[in-house]
């Protein structure tokens, strides 16, 4: 028999705030975050909202001997390191990361039994670091002079070289695990999977995967990203996929998830990390879950939801998650799906919700977070997941907010408040930009 994965610590950061205590009260009193942009000029942009964290370093999250490389952390590493931090503490394990210079208190866990897996994003460049250099290789037109870009310094080119030393480092989408097995001492199976919003269930689903064959007792796990940035606006502008703010500065008013007329998604930053581990490790050192991980399922869209109804991947997840988990599907007490208000992404996840629960879809509660933090990207299956974990523990279920317009019909999905609940299993379900998708099943311990 595999061993029973259990979930002890839970590390959010959102634009709700930092921790997971600060998102889930902003999810219980309806709250969202969803504001103009204020981190760069966004005016040209269609949608000139998103849900910024404020007041927010990573330095206040690392050893006092590893604040410098703070400065080589992109801002999803940031959000990445402080989540692990906070889901450290959350847990109660000792890390190399926790102990101060000279404790000789003992780890939790060997180094060599900690993995880490986390999803990343295609992390953005700073726009500043690449024209500081771009201009240096400029042509007498403006435009660009690819051959003075990578030709030898000092001879009319080496534009490139006049980037920072360390900056592909800080760009690279597996410096967000890489920082925090740094820092923590997890010296264990390490991975980054890099599938949009997919990255941090499958990243979860790999873990469950490496405690259950007997390969590490704990892991890190989830996601985190932030594409609040012009080159991460950019992109998912140019992919269609963002609703259109015009004078509106509240976003929780845009967002409609599963609407007959979607109006797009509005991007958030954020991550979510979680401490997986085996169920009578835990247990033996006197840990309380929130949950265990039961069941985990992932496939592919032939064709990927941009390009139309393609709901076989999100399907054939849901189901192998269910099978794996021992669950039915009339045992599912709440769904936590993306619900990112993209048109294409909505319908294939709607249609395999539809199929797998037929018309008690209508009767299961759907916990949405689109509206009160944005679309996390590759943080937004760990936050997913943390927010399941929470309603499992509290037995409730958060707040639900919708934007202007009338939800859909046959899903209980409109704006609700926040409701004690019996709840025994929870599905978690993400379909992802290029055609990847990951559910899984947590369920209560008892």
Partial sequence: MARRVVVTGVGAVTGLGVGIAALWQGLLEGRSCLA??????????GCSLGGEIRDFSAKDYVPKGYRKAVKVMARDTEIAVAAAKLA????????????ADGDATPMTYPPD????????????????????????????????DLRAWGGPHGGGGGGMENLTPLWLLKYLPNMLACHVTIIHGA?????TITCAEASGLLSIGESMRVIERGAADACFSGGAESKINPMGLLRIDLAGRLARSGSETDGSRIVRPYAAEP????????????????????RARGAT?????????????????????ADEGCLYAIEAALEDAGVAPEQVDAIVPLAAGIGEADRAEAGALRRVFGDRLARIPIVTLTGNIGNTMAGAGGIQAAVAAM???????????????????????????S????????????????????AVILKSVH
């Avoid at 103009?36 to 942009?45: K, L, N, Y």
């Avoid at 450290?88 to 102990?99: I, K, S």
């Avoid at 879950?289 to 992932?298: R, S, T, V």
């Avoid at 004690?420 to 978690?428: D, N």
Wanted: some cysteine.
């Fill in 263 to 282: 109006t797009g998604t509005i991007l958030g930053e954020g991550g979510g990390i979680l401490i997986l581990e085996e169920h009578e490790s835990a």
């Fill in 88 to 99: 450290v503490e959350d847990a109660g394990l000792v890390t190399r990361g926790v102990l």
């Fill in 187 to 191: 010296e264990g199976p390490s991975n």
């Fill in 36 to 45: 103009p942009i204020t981190r760069f000029d966004a005016s040209g942009f």
């Fill in 289 to 309: 879950p929130y949950a265990e991980l039961a069941g985990f399922g992932a496939a592919h869209s032939d064709l990927g939801y941009v390009e139309g109804e």
């Fill in 113 to 144: 039994r900690m993995g880490c897996q986390i999803g990343a994003g295609l992390i953005a460049a700073e726009v500043d670091e690449l024209t500081a250099a771009l201009v240096t290789a400029k042509r007498e037109d403006g435009g660009v």
């Fill in 419 to 438: 409701t004690p609940a019996k709840l025994e299993h929870i599905l978690v379900c993400t379909p992802a930009l290029g055609g990847q998708n990951a």
């Fill in 391 to 417: 309603c499992l523990r509290e037995q409730r279920l958060p707040a639900r907010i919708y934007g202007d317009g009338g939800p859909p019909a046959g899903m209980l999905i409109g704006a609700a408040p």
